[in-house]
Every structure is written in structure tokens, then in C-alpha cells.
T-cell receptor
Framework: NAGVMQNPRHLVRRRGQEARLRCSPMKGHSHVYWYRQLPEEGLKFMVYLQKENIIDESGMPKERFSAEFPKEGPSILRIQQVVRGDSAAYFC?????????????FGPGTRLTVT | SQKIEQNSEALNIQEGKTATLTCNYTNYSPAYLQWYRQDPGRGPVFLLLIRENEKEKRKERLKVTFDTTLKQSLFHITASQPADSATYLCAPPVTNSNYQLIWGAGTKLIIKP
């Protein structure tokens, strides 16, 4: 019973390149959250998706960032034309229901470094 | 605006003692609050959820309290062990959102043998 998987674990990109972060939720979970974390700071909500739908993307910058959760396959967080300020740890979490009163299961994160 | 405050200084506790961590919230009244543990380089792991009508909740050596008058939640670890060393995060929901939690920066707990 695998947990939430994220890949790659570490990603280095030069300024201007694209970064693609993947998240496979736990089996049976159809709700996915993406978070960003800077050192010594709390998690910042970015986007909440259900299968094939973006439910809440209010925490995600409108430019350069996009997310999807297709019917088949992992959820993808895509950052176009990366800048140094995008360097951070990106976590995804899944839950069996969408309610905030149920626990979220987190992946190990992808650490993005922009050089 | 809604704010969550956790003690930013690391908490050093002797093994076997009780560790108490604080989560204060301002400018709103969440209906519940979650606590997570995060180890370096890893994602958070859920520990406990407490609702506003629950004064206290326990799970093994863990105990969480929720004081809506003081706008504070306390997280206790009794009989602490070095393996309890980690950063502990509190996360209540954002008001008027069904999908967003607001996360504290966490308190780093160090249990000394």
C-alpha cells in the first residue's frame, strides 16, 4: 500500500527553463493538494484538485504556474520560465475526501533549485 | 488577517519529561485544528485533529487541547523520547474556505537523552 509518491525528489533548472513536478496520490484518493515551503517557513497552499478538475487555485501565481490532475496518471505542477525565487520545496498531499477535517497524506516533496 | 503563531525558537526537553508546544491564532475562530509532525527533508505526517467542542484529545503519549477563549491549542508529548525530535506544525482551516489550511511555521522540538 504505497504512500504518496513525488518525483523527482530533487530538480535543478536554469532560469527560463520549465519545471514539471509529479505527484501520485495514495491508492483510492481522488483529492490532491499542492503546497510550497521555504526554509523556516510554513507550508503555503497553492492549489486543490480533484480528478480532472481544478477546485481552488487561489494560492497559485496566475502567471507561469499551472496544475492538472488527469483522469489517468499523476497530478502535475508545471512552472514555466523558472526564476530563482521559485526555488523551494514543493509538497503534494492527497486525501480520500475533500474535507479539511480529514487528514492529508503528504509525499516526500520535490526540492527545486533554480540556478 | 488570520494568523497562526508557533514558538519559533527550538524547544529543548530532557528525555522522559513532558514537552508542551503552543499554537496561537488571531482574528478568527477555527472550528478545528490539525497537528502534524515534520522531519528534516520529509513531508508532514498527520498526528491529531481536535474540534472546537472537544477540550482535549489523546493518542498514546500525545495530548492536544483547544481553548477557544484563549485562542490557543497546546500539544503535549509525555514521557518524551529522542525519536520525538522533529518540527511540529499546527494547521487550522482558513475561514470561509473548504479547501485551505493555514499552516504555522512550526516549533522544532529537541529531546536530549
Amino acid at each position: 500500500n504505497a504512500g504518496v509518491m513525488q518525483n523527482p525528489r530533487h530538480l535543478v533548472r536554469r532560469r527560463g527553463q520549465e519545471a514539471r513536478l509529479r505527484c501520485s496520490p495514495m491508492k483510492g484518493h481522488s483529492h490532491v493538494y499542492w503546497y510550497r515551503q521555504l526554509p523556516e517557513e510554513g507550508l503555503k497552499f497553492m492549489v486543490y484538485l480533484q480528478k480532472e478538475n481544478i477546485i481552488d487555485e487561489s494560492g497559485m501565481p496566475k502567471e507561469r504556474f499551472s496544475a492538472e490532475f488527469p483522469k489517468e496518471g499523476p497530478s502535475i505542477l508545471r512552472i514555466q520560465q523558472v526564476v530563482r525565487g521559485d526555488s523551494a520545496a514543493y509538497f503534494c498531499a492527497s486525501s480520500p475526501t475533500g474535507g479539511l477535517d480529514s487528514e492529508q497524506y503528504f509525499g516526500p516533496g520535490t526540492r527545486l533549485t533554480v540556478t | 488577517s488570520q494568523k497562526i503563531e508557533q514558538n519559533s525558537e527550538a524547544l529543548n526537553i530532557q528525555e522522559g519529561k513532558t514537552a508542551t508546544l503552543t499554537c496561537n491564532y488571531t482574528n478568527y475562530s477555527p472550528a478545528y485544528l490539525q497537528w502534524y509532525r515534520q522531519d528534516p527533508g520529509r513531508g508532514p505526517v498527520f498526528l491529531l485533529l481536535i474540534r472546537e467542542n472537544e477540550k482535549e484529545k489523546r493518542k498514546e503519549r500525545l495530548k492536544v487541547t483547544f481553548d477557544t477563549t484563549l485562542k490557543q491549542s497546546l500539544f503535549h508529548i509525555t514521557a518524551s523520547q529522542p525519536a520525538d525530535s522533529a518540527t511540529y506544525l499546527c494547521a487550522p482551516p482558513v475561514t470561509n474556505s473548504n479547501y485551505q489550511l493555514i499552516w504555522g511555521a512550526g516549533t522544532k522540538l529537541i529531546i536530549k537523552p
